[in-house]
């Protein structure tokens, strides 16, 4: 399950001012895809043991999404971890195939049990590398 995707429909509460899909709601989504992935893919075990936290979000906001639109992200992590850290791409298409965001994301791998970073063991990134 190295690719995963997620869809969303813009409602009333996601939209600001200029009548489209706020910014924030965008990082809230991306958070949601990333961490609905990893409950997807990663073995229970650990999904227990480990939490995943942001440490840096690069995101491009390229065309609007307004209410009642559809979006799906797709994402997938396209590098090896280095540490404890790895990156993830988010890219959200609407109903036309056109790319709305992209984002790269970096994620810290903390074992919640110490609730220090961990370096991320082989078995624990397998399912997320692509091939």
Do not use: C
Not at 5 to 22: K, M, Q, R, W, Y
Not at 81 to 103: M, N, Y
Not at 116 to 128: I, K, L, M, Q, S
């Amino acid at each position: 399950m190295s690719h995963f995707e997620l869809s969303f429909t813009a409602a009333p509460e996601h939209i600001d001012e200029l009548g489209h899909v706020n910014n924030a709601v965008w990082v809230q989504w991306i958070q949601e895809v990333a961490t609905t992935h990893w409950r997807a893919a990663a073995a229970p075990e650990h999904v227990a043991a480990y939490i995943w936290v942001v440490i840096r979000h690069e995101i491009d906001y390229l065309r609007p999404l307004k209410i009642g639109e559809a979006a799906v992200a797709r994402t997938w992590v396209p590098d090896a971890p280095r540490g404890a850290r790895f990156d993830r791409v988010i890219e959200f298409t609407g109903a036309d195939g056109k790319a709305l965001v992209k984002a790269r994301t970096t994620w810290a791998m903390i074992e919640q049990a110490s609730g220090r970073p961990a370096r991320v063991p082989p078995e624990v990134a397998a399912p997320f590398l692509t091939a």
